[in-house]
Each structure stands twice: as C-alpha cells, then as structure tokens.
C-alpha cells in the first residue's frame, strides 16, 4: 500500500484530525530519539547508549502520556457524532411537528372561519367566549371583539333554559351533545331558533367546549307549511263528498299493494275504517268486481310504462252486497327509495251513471218517437203500394202475368216492411243478431245494385274471390250493407260512383283498440260525394245525429247509429275517413271463420213427406197464413190458438197414434201459455219431438239460444215460404218429396 493510498484514506475518514495528531506525536517522539543519537555521534563520537535510552524512554513515557488521551478522545468522539445526529434528528422533527401545527392550525382556522354554522369555542368554567368564527358574527349582528367579551348565555333570549340545560347535559369528552331547538337573540333584539350540536374536550388544561349554532328560522317556517298543507288536505279528503284521496306503496317493482295514506271518507266508500285498510289493502281491493279488474289493470299497466296518470270506471261491491259505480284516477311517482307510489282519488259516480242512465232512457224515447214517425211515414208508402195492388187485383179483370206482376210488388213492399221492422226492433230493443256462417260475397252483390236501384249512381266491387266466410245475421248485416249505400248515393244525389270492396286480413297487431288479432274480412265503402267537415266527423255516429233532412230516405239520425251497434253485436269495428270536398270512405272489419266453407249453399228444395205439423199462435191471420202454406207443400197440419190447447192436442194425438211429427209454436201468447213454456210440457210427453219456436223478437234469449230451451229451429217473423221450406228440411232430411 503506497503512501498516497494511506494519505487519501487518512483524510477521508471522519476522525482524521484525531489520527494526525497520535501520528505527529509518535513521529516527534521518534525524531528526538534520532536526533540524540545523531548529537551523540557528533559531539562524543559515539553513540552514548544511555542518553539514546533515555531519550527513548522519555519519548515512550510522552507516547504513553499522549495515547489515553488521543484514545479517548478517538472513543468520545463517536459518542460526541451519535449525539450530533440525534440533536439534528430531533431538530429537524420539532421543526417538522411545527410546521405541521401551524398548518393545522390555519387548516382550522380556515374551516372555522369557512363553516356557514355560527361555532363558539367556549370556557366551561366561566362560560365566556373564547372563540367565534365570521358566521357566527353575521348570524347574530356582532362584531367578533364583541362576542369574545360576552358569555354564552348572553345569546340565549331564554337565559335561564339555557343555563339550566347547560347544568344537567352531562360533560362526556368527545361525544357530540345535540339540543334539537333553542330560542336565541340577536343584537337588534329579534329572537329565532336554533338547533346547537356540541362537543366538550380539554384545551391547555382547561375544559371547553365548542358549540355550533344553525339557524332553523326556514326549516322550522317549511316544516309548519308543510303541516298546514297536510291538515289542509287532510280535512279536504276527509270532508270530500263521495271521495276519498289515497296512497300506494307498489314496492320497487310494481307488484306490492300497500295503502300508506288513506282519507277518511272510506268508511263511507268502502265500510272500513282507515285502520283496517292501512293493516291490509285487500279489503279495498277484494270489492272490485271481477269483470273490471282486467280494465284497471290494463289502464294501470300503461301508466306505469309512461309514468303518466290513468283513470277507470269500475264497479265495487259493499258489504251489504250493493254495487256501485266508482272512478278511480292516480298518477304514479317514484319515491327517493325506488319505490313506486300511487297518488290517487276514488270518487263514487253511481249517481251519475244512474243519471246518464235515466238521460238515456229518455233520449231513447224521444228518438223512438221520431223513429217510430219516420217509420210510419215509410210504412204508409209501403201499405198503399199493398193496398193499391191488391185493390188491382180485386177491382179489375187481370190476366195471369199482370196478377203475378201486382203480387211480387205486393211481396217486395211487405218484404221492405219486414226490414223497417227489423230496424225499429233492433234500435229500440238493441236486438242482438241471431247468426249463422253466410257469405258476405251473396249480401254484397245482392245489397248494393238493389238500394242503388233507380238512381243515377254507379257501382264497382272488387271482392275476393276466395273471401272467407263470417259469422253474421243476414238479415241485420243486409241492413248495415243498405245504411252505408243509401248514405251513399244521397251523398251523390247528381251522381257518381260507389265502389266497395272485400278481402281477407289477418290482425297480429291490435290495429284497432277493440279488435283481438285474427282473421277478418274487411270491407270498405267509397263514394264520391262532398265528404264531411271535420267538426262534424266526431259526431258521425253519435244517435239522431244527421246533417239531411228527416223522413223517408232523407235520414233519421239513426242509420249510421244501428250499423255500428249491429257491427259492435258481431265483434268487428267500424270506421270513417272524409275529407270535405273529397269523398267519404267507410271501413267494416267482421272476424272471419277461413276454416269454414267459402262458398254457402242455400237449403236444398226438398219437398218432405206429409208428417202431422201441429202450429200453435195466437194471431189467427198468422196461424191461418202458415197453415196454408203447410197444406200447399204437402203437410198435414191442425192449428190451436195458445200453448195449453197444443199440449191437449198433442197428448191426445200419441194416445190415439196419430203423433205430430213437428210442432210450430209461437214463442209469446198474450193472455195465455207461450212456447217456452209448452215445450216443457210437450218434452215429459215426448222427448224426441221435433220443434220450431217463432216469433218477430229475434233478439229473445230462446230465440238466439234455442237448442238450450228444448226447441229444434228458431223461425223468425214474418217469414217467406222458402224459409219455412229450409227449416222442415232440416227437420226431415230425408223425407219423401210428394209434391
């Protein structure tokens, strides 16, 4: 190791000043020793061993003085650099805790002063403010060298409250003291609450405690307003005649039923008091009657997905066992929860509907009598066309084609008086139609040409040809057909075009609100007339509404009227487009039935054999007429007038082996046993017998229903040969044709 390496690790090493000096020492020591002997050498020649030995003892005694030394102060150096650390340790950590108090201590300072709460720091001992932020200064009108100056209690406008609350909160460190309401003062002298929240802790070995007071001046003004609108309500609902106001918990999903406010009129509504329907809402709910809650919870559902408010009419059953009419309106809301809420309203409206009704009533009077006259208007045209062709007949000399000409007209003027009968039947009893599969294609092609029948209108039909059958009464579906047309044309009285057209649809979609999806034959009506103004549409088919004059084809405010009822009766839809200036186009869909025939063959002519026909009715022209018609197609036939005399006849007539192999009974006798009610008695007599009810109330339950009061036909009055042809054919199929 050379002397430069030694020399650079000497300097380097932290003690080096201790180390060069033991160096220079023994160095010194060593120099005298040599330096002795050089003298000796010198001055005696020699070299003096003893002055050489005592010079080196002297300089081993100096060396062995110095060493301790140097040695300690080498090993109290290490002590003198550990304590130089720590001081320096400890310097830079109270230098460090000091920054960081000050920075907490403007940190609180910030937040004190930044808290929109007015805060105190307060002596518990002598109750004196210590501190207040800026807040508290603006919240109570003081400057903060004032505040410093004053006691707590001196803000108090209840001095002695405070004080004594104050005495009894117990001093527990760090917990948070709460006292809900305070009346304090401020500088100009105006009282207001307070809500204070305090925390008691030791400062600099005194115990404070710091106080924060929040104005509740608002929140006490919005918690009374509210109160007042919910005492204002509540004696509003409670005091709402025939109503009552309500609120539903319906969970987060919808499917809860939960009443969590309900007025005091439904005892009156409902015959439970507010208790037991909060306990358990089925007791509102299980009133409903069962044939609307598909409707409310349809109206209900839709709501939900718009979150918009429905209303519905609905029925509920008391317990007493009465029904009423109630309307229920809510609008649903989510909650801060997620659960979704009903506000709502029920009002009872049985009075009303009662109201409309009796209003209906009297409407349907009034327009029966205008209908009734607008009726014997026609059915005098019509008795003058009979009357005049059968005084023809009578009063002069005819030949066979001329009596057959006065006789279809006779037929045609009776035949259209059997359609104003039908009409007045359906509009007064809302006859309900007694159906059968037809073909639409038959009614149109026999329909149309004949109501546009000696005008200057022209007709084109497009139907399909493969159109399906419908499930219709002819003769009511005939009279929708000629309503529409006769529109028509006198919508054309200089002429034009009519076109009408059939085809098969199939709904997947509900196009319309009341029509399921389905099969169904559309057919539409096009005229090319002036059209309707748009304020009038809505009214289109509003009863006795019409923009022509009254009387025979001049409208009777009813035709458009009965043709939506006939077409609701059938389960289908109507509807109507005109533009003013452009026409008026009409839309019926009917549900079809494409699995049936297309095509409807009419009775086959089978003339039966000559069974026994007992015919009982009370009209003796009636019974007259049918007995000869029997007789012509080859039947042998006996007539009563009343139920207990057909039963008579029957019994004796299978005592005797003479049976009637069908009966024709007329379904209501004046004065006397009906149909109805001797068909029981002709059953116990004989259970096979084959039996026809008749009667013009088509719309009778026995006469849509037949098969389930015991009969084998319905005959509808006034009938034509070959309907009464078609019903013995099914009677007796396969009976012999002798005529």
Not at 42 to 57: A, M, N, P, S
Not at 535 to 560: A, C, E, V
Not at 650 to 674: I, N, S, Y
Not at 677 to 700: M, N, R, T
């Given at each position: 190791?050379?002397?430069?390496?030694?020399?650079?690790?000497?300097?380097?090493?932290?003690?080096?000043?201790?180390?060069?000096?033991?160096?220079i020492?023994?160095?010194?020591?060593?120099?005298?020793a040599?330096?002795?002997?050089?003298?000796?050498?010198?001055?005696?020649?020699?070299?003096?061993?003893?002055?050489?030995?005592?010079?080196c003892?002297?300089?081993?005694?100096?060396?062995l003085?110095?060493?301790?030394?140097?040695?300690?102060?080498?090993?109290?150096?290490?002590?003198?650099?550990?304590?130089?650390?720590?001081?320096?340790?400890?310097?830079a950590?109270?230098t460090?805790?000091?920054?960081?108090?000050?920075?907490?201590?403007?940190?609180?300072?910030?937040?004190?002063?930044?808290?929109?709460?007015?805060?105190?720091?307060?002596?518990?001992?002598?109750?004196?403010?210590?501190?207040?932020?800026?807040?508290?200064?603006?919240?109570?009108?003081?400057s903060?060298?004032?505040?410093?100056?004053?006691k707590?209690?001196?803000?108090?406008?209840e001095p002695e409250?405070?004080?004594?609350?104050?005495?009894?909160?117990?001093?527990?460190?760090?917990?948070?003291?709460?006292?809900?309401?305070?009346?304090?003062?401020?500088?100009d002298?105006?009282?207001?609450?307070v809500?204070?929240?305090?925390?008691?802790?030791?400062?600099?070995?005194?115990?404070?405690?710091?106080?924060?007071?929040?104005?509740?001046?608002r929140?006490?003004?919005?918690?009374?307003?509210?109160?007042?609108?919910e005492?204002?309500?509540?004696?509003?609902?409670?005091?709402?005649?025939?109503?009552?106001?309500?609120?539903?918990?319906s969970?987060?999903?919808?499917?809860?039923?939960?009443?969590?406010?309900?007025?005091?009129?439904?005892?009156?509504?409902?015959?439970?008091?507010?208790?037991?329907?909060?306990?358990?809402?089925?007791?509102?709910?299980?009133?409903?009657?069962e044939?609307?809650?598909?409707?409310i919870?349809?109206r209900?559902?839709l709501?939900?997905?718009?979150?918009?408010?429905f209303?519905?009419e609905?029925?509920?059953r008391?317990?007493?066992?009465?029904?009423?009419?109630?309307?229920?309106?809510?609008?649903?809301?989510?909650?801060?929860?997620?659960?979704?809420?009903?506000?709502?309203i029920?009002?009872?409206?049985?009075?009303?509907?009662?109201?409309e009704e009796?209003?209906?009533?009297?409407?349907?009077?009034?327009?029966?009598?205008?209908?009734?006259g607008?009726?014997?208007?026609?059915?005098?045209?019509?008795?003058?066309?009979?009357?005049?062709?059968?005084?023809?007949?009578?009063?002069?000399?005819?030949?066979?084609?001329?009596?057959?000409?006065?006789?279809?007209?006779?037929?045609?003027?009776?035949?259209?008086a059997?359609?104003?009968?039908?009409?007045?039947i359906?509009?007064?009893?809302?006859?309900?139609?007694?159906?059968?599969?037809?073909?639409?294609t038959?009614?149109?092609?026999e329909?149309?040409?004949?109501?546009?029948?000696?005008?200057?209108?022209?007709?084109?039909?497009?139907?399909?040809?493969?159109?399906?059958?419908?499930?219709?009464?002819?003769?009511?579906?005939?009279?929708?057909?000629?309503?529409?047309?006769?529109?028509?044309?006198e919508?054309?009285?200089?002429?034009?075009?009519?076109?009408?057209?059939?085809?098969?649809?199939?709904?997947?979609?509900?196009?319309?609100?009341?029509?399921?999806p389905?099969?169904?034959?559309?057919m539409?009506?096009?005229?090319?007339?002036?059209?309707?103004?748009?304020?009038?549409?809505?009214?289109?088919?509003?009863p006795?509404?019409?923009?022509?004059?009254?009387?025979?084809?001049?409208?009777?405010?009813?035709?458009?009227?009965?043709?939506?009822?006939?077409?609701?009766?059938?389960?289908?839809?109507?509807?109507?487009?005109?533009?003013?200036g452009?026409?008026?186009?009409?839309?019926?869909?009917?549900?079809?039935?494409?699995?049936?025939?297309?095509?409807?063959?009419?009775?086959?002519?089978?003339?039966?054999?000559?069974p026994?026909?007992l015919?009982?009715?009370?009209e003796?022209?009636?019974?007259?007429?049918?007995?000869?018609?029997?007789?012509?197609?080859?039947?042998?036939?006996?007539?009563?007038?009343?139920?207990?005399?057909?039963?008579?006849?029957?019994?004796?007539?299978?005592?005797?082996?003479q049976?009637?192999?069908?009966?024709?009974?007329?379904?209501t006798?004046?004065?006397?046993l009906?149909?109805?009610e001797?068909?029981?008695?002709l059953?116990?007599?004989?259970?096979?017998?084959?039996?026809?009810?008749?009667?013009?109330?088509?719309?009778?339950?026995?006469?849509?229903?037949?098969?389930?009061?015991?009969?084998?036909?319905?005959?509808?009055?006034?009938?034509?040969?070959?309907?009464?042809k078609e019903?013995?054919?099914?009677?007796?199929?396969k009976?012999?044709?002798?005529?």
């Amino acid at each position: 190791m050379n002397l430069q390496v030694l020399t650079t690790k000497l300097f380097s090493h932290p003690r080096w000043p201790l180390y060069l000096v033991l160096i220079i020492s023994v160095a010194s020591q060593v120099f005298t020793a040599v330096m002795n002997t050089i003298n000796s050498l010198i001055w005696w020649k020699r070299i003096d061993l003893d002055l050489i030995l005592i010079g080196c003892i002297d300089s081993l005694a100096v060396t062995l003085l110095i060493a301790p030394a140097a040695i300690y102060l080498i090993r109290h150096s290490f002590n003198l650099e550990e304590m130089n650390r720590n001081l320096q340790k400890e310097i830079a950590e109270r230098t460090q805790a000091e920054t960081a108090l000050r920075e907490s201590e403007e940190n609180y300072r910030q937040l004190f002063e930044a808290e929109s709460d007015a805060i105190f720091l307060v002596d518990n001992q002598t109750d004196r403010i210590l501190q207040a932020n800026q807040a508290a200064c603006a919240l109570y009108g003081y400057s903060r060298e004032e505040l410093l100056g004053m006691k707590n209690a001196d803000l108090s406008a209840e001095p002695e409250q405070t004080q004594k609350v104050t005495r009894e909160t117990p001093i527990i460190p760090d917990q948070v003291v709460t006292i809900p309401l305070r009346w304090h003062r401020k500088k100009d002298g105006n009282r207001f609450p307070v809500e204070i929240s305090g925390r008691f802790f030791v400062l600099k070995d005194r115990p404070v405690h710091i106080a924060a007071m929040r104005d509740i001046s608002r929140r006490m003004a919005s918690e009374e307003a509210l109160r007042e609108n919910e005492t204002r309500l509540r004696i509003l609902s409670d005091s709402l005649p025939g109503g009552l106001v309500y609120q539903i918990d319906s969970g987060e999903e919808g499917g809860l039923r939960r009443f969590t406010y309900i007025s005091g009129g439904v005892e009156m509504l409902h015959g439970f008091s507010v208790e037991e329907v909060l306990e358990d809402a089925q007791k509102i709910y299980g009133q409903v009657i069962e044939e609307d809650i598909p409707l409310i919870a349809e109206r209900e559902a839709l709501a939900f997905a718009d979150m918009k408010t429905f209303s519905a009419e609905a029925r509920i059953r008391m317990p007493s066992g009465e029904v009423r009419w109630r309307l229920f309106t809510s609008a649903p809301r989510r909650l801060a929860n997620n659960h979704l809420v009903w506000d709502g309203i029920e009002i009872d409206i049985t009075e009303q509907k009662r109201m409309e009704e009796e209003r209906m009533v009297m409407s349907k009077l009034e327009s029966t009598g205008i209908l009734a006259g607008g009726i014997a208007h026609d059915f005098n045209n019509l008795l003058s066309v009979i009357i005049g062709n059968i005084d023809q007949l009578e009063a002069f000399d005819q030949n066979r084609e001329e009596m057959a000409n006065s006789l279809k007209e006779v037929k045609k003027a009776a035949l259209e008086a059997r359609g104003l009968t039908k009409q007045f039947i359906t509009f007064s009893q809302g006859g309900d139609p007694i159906k059968k599969p037809t073909s639409l294609t038959h009614l149109l092609q026999e329909q149309v040409p004949f109501t546009l029948r000696g005008s200057a209108i022209k007709w084109e039909m497009s139907l399909s040809p493969d159109l399906w059958v419908a499930e219709v009464d002819e003769i009511q579906m005939g009279q929708v057909i000629r309503n529409i047309v006769l529109n028509a044309r006198e919508a054309m009285p200089e002429g034009g075009r009519v076109s009408v057209s059939a085809q098969n649809v199939e709904l997947n979609e509900p196009t319309y609100p009341s029509l399921p999806p389905g099969p169904y034959i559309k057919m539409r009506f096009t005229d090319q007339g002036e059209g309707i103004p748009e304020d009038i549409l809505p009214k289109i088919f509003d009863p006795y509404f019409s923009t022509k004059q009254r009387g025979n084809q001049k409208g009777m405010g009813l035709g458009l009227t009965i043709c939506r009822s006939i077409i609701q009766k059938h389960g289908g839809t109507i509807s109507l487009d005109s533009q003013w200036g452009r026409g008026t186009t009409l839309d019926i869909y009917l549900p079809a039935l494409p699995e049936a025939a297309s095509i409807i063959t009419t009775a086959k002519e089978v003339l039966p054999g000559r069974p026994r026909i007992l015919v009982m009715d009370d009209e003796e022209m009636v019974r007259t007429m049918a007995g000869t018609i029997l007789d012509r197609l080859g039947y042998q036939v006996e007539l009563v007038e009343n139920g207990q005399k057909a039963i008579e006849v029957f019994q004796t007539a299978k005592e005797h082996g003479q049976p009637f192999g069908a009966v024709l009974l007329d379904l209501t006798v004046r004065g006397g046993l009906g149909g109805k009610e001797a068909i029981k008695e002709l059953l116990k007599i004989d259970p096979q017998v084959k039996s026809i009810v008749s009667s013009g109330y088509d719309e009778d339950p026995v006469m849509q229903q037949y098969e389930q009061y015991g009969f084998r036909a319905a005959l509808t009055k006034p009938y034509l040969i070959s309907d009464l042809k078609e019903v013995l054919a099914k009677l007796f199929p396969k009976a012999e044709s002798t005529n």
